[in-house]
């Protein structure tokens, strides 16, 4: 038997290598915290302010830092702990707005050791004693760094007495002190403090912001996100850097490889869009069965009622914005937009601030009833059967001519027939043929498909021109139709002004342009050179993509 040397079995030469530890893992809202200002988003007036600041030798001695949660209050203020001590690589720089992160007092205030950079929780030191302990040790200098920060998170916790305490330190503090506060709510932080800190209310981050990040984190772990999954994750950050992560965070472990947006919908309790928008046009349409079963449908697949009013009302909100001409929304699809545009132009102001009001007064009833889904089944019928009550200024003009009140007044009528028409009046004129041909007038789409072209097409409004003589009352008989199917009146017109081709010209000339497009490939050209005599008999659009 070989003897083994006492070297090598102490140093364990016949071991295999042991696996490096794995590391912990670390919640996306952590891992990407920011470490430079370069990194903190949306709040560019405050960088260029302490920029500017440093630059020029005129640093506060206390910052107070306001905001939302999670828009970079305590990442802020250790990045200015960073850029009041950073030493530079060589060990000689000075305050910088762009400290370096490689030199040790940049890595120990980072990583949350430095003895001179003290971070205290004011949610759970609240007393005076906790402060007495702070105007204690701000008399004696800094150990290693160049400047003692005392960074106090929750500032708007501490007790009356522990502000107190500190104003006289907070006024007059030592040169190398300097006072670091962040909170949530200022209005809670006395006057006497304010007016002794330098103020800086770090802004929401914008949507297009979060989601610009946000696809930059995906990137870096690697995983794919669908942009308007991003866009959703984004709009329900509410301006919040940190939550936007967490439910990022959330979306990958609930995704499989990849993140889209009906994941995100379902993860976070959002009701489905198409769903909102059906719900909103059976609203429109005065249909109360077919909006009750909705609402069913989607209070069983586990949508809160308060979020299927949240829902319209965004549906409400991106309908005004269409109408005056606003920026496009990116969590909108473009089925959504489509749709928002056409109601745009169909629905008055006056109607879209009708149903405005209605449904934000129905959310407030049902974030406080005892029965939600009863409360909003209630305010939806509400929405429905507003179009019966009379118009409040034609009730004012009718009181102060003397006259009678009628049950219903006209411009309730008037009101209830818009409201129960938005949805039947198609945006094209193509749909206004489909609606002939599935609403029991096959003929007149027929007509209108072949002899037709439109001039002018503003529903309810049709200016036309035909291509051949069509009956005398054909006019009379389409507009009959048309407010059978849609119940408003129509204005039916033959017109002498310049027309689009007809459906079935321009049916033909796409056709045509089809054909050609197939005859002109080369393939096909060889094919009629090698066989003069042959005829193209039929091909599809699979089969000329692939030509």
């Known amino acids: 038997m070989a003897s083994e040397s006492p070297d090598s079995i102490g140093l364990g030469l016949d071991e295999p290598p042991q696996p490096a530890k794995a590391l912990p893992y670390r919640v996306l809202a952590r891992k990407y915290r920011p470490q430079s200002f370069d990194e903190l988003i949306g709040q560019d007036a405050m960088v260029r302010t302490l920029g500017n600041a440093i630059q020029r030798d005129r640093l506060a001695h206390a910052f107070l830092l306001t905001g939302v949660r999670g828009v970079g209050k305590t990442s802020t203020a250790r990045l200015i702990a960073k850029a009041l001590n950073c030493i530079g690589p060589d060990g000689k720089g000075g305050p910088t707005i762009e400290p370096c992160g490689v030199c040790e007092p940049c890595i120990a205030i980072a990583e949350g050791r430095h003895i001179d950079v003290v971070e205290m929780d004011a949610a759970s030191n609240t007393g005076v004693d906790d402060v007495r302990e702070i105007i204690e040790a701000v008399r004696y200098a800094a150990v290693s760094a160049r400047y003692k920060v005392y960074i106090i998170d929750e500032v708007h916790m501490l007790s009356k007495n522990a502000f107190n305490a500190l104003l006289k330190t907070l006024e007059e503090p030592p040169a190398h002190v300097k006072f670091l506060f962040a909170t949530t709510e200022v209005n809670k932080v006395p006057v006497t403090v304010l007016s002794r800190c330098q103020r800086f209310d770090l802004r929401r981050i914008s949507a297009d912001q979060l989601a610009a990040h946000f696809a930059e984190v995906s990137a870096k772990e690697g995983v794919e996100v669908e942009p308007e999954a991003l866009a959703l994750i984004a709009r329900a950050a509410e301006g919040s850097a940190r939550d936007g992560l967490s439910i990022l965070d959330q979306a990958i472990a609930h995704g499989a490889g990849g993140v889209t947006a009906d994941q995100v919908r379902a993860m976070i309790g959002l009701s489905d869009r198409g769903a909102i928008r059906n719900l909103l046009g059976l609203l429109l349409s005065g249909d109360a069965p077919a909006a009750l079963s909705v609402v069913k449908e989607q209070y069983d697949l586990g949508v809160e009622p308060a979020a299927l009013l949240r829902g319209l009302l965004e549906s409400v909100h991106g ?39 209605l449904l934000l007064k129905g959310l407030s009833e049902v974030q406080t009833a005892a029965m939600p889904l009863e409360a909003a089944e209630m305010a939806l019928l509400r929405v429905i059967h507003a179009s019966e009550m009379p118009d409040p200024g034609a009730l004012l003009e009718t009181l102060a001519t003397g006259e009678a009140v009628p049950a219903t007044s006209r411009a309730a009528s008037s009101a209830k027939e818009e409201q129960g028409s938005m949805l039947k009046a198609p945006s094209t004129f193509a749909g206004l043929v489909d609606l002939l041909a599935h609403g029991g007038k096959p003929h007149l789409a027929q ?40 119940g408003t009146n129509w204005t039916v017109e033959a017109s002498e002004g310049e027309a689009e081709p007809t459906l079935l010209e321009q049916e033909k000339s796409a056709a045509d342009a089809l054909r050609q497009s197939v005859l002109d490939t080369p393939i096909v050209k060889a094919a009629f050179e090698a066989f003069p005599d042959a005829e193209l008999a039929d091909y599809t659009l699979k089969d000329t993509r692939s030509a």
Request: aromatic share 10%.
């Open 447 to 486: 007509m209108l498909h072949d002899f037709v072209g439109v001039v002018r097409y503003e529903p309810p409004a049709l200016a036309y021109r035909t291509t051949k003589q069509l009956a005398a009352d054909f006019a009379r008989d389409l507009a009959a139709s048309l407010k059978a199917l849609t």
């Open 319 to 357: 309908i005004t914005r269409a109408k005056v001409g606003g920026a496009v929304d990116l969590a909108q699809s473009k089925e959504e937009r489509d749709a928002y545009a056409d109601w745009a132009r169909r629905l008055s102001y006056a109607l879209i601030h009708r149903l405005w009001q």
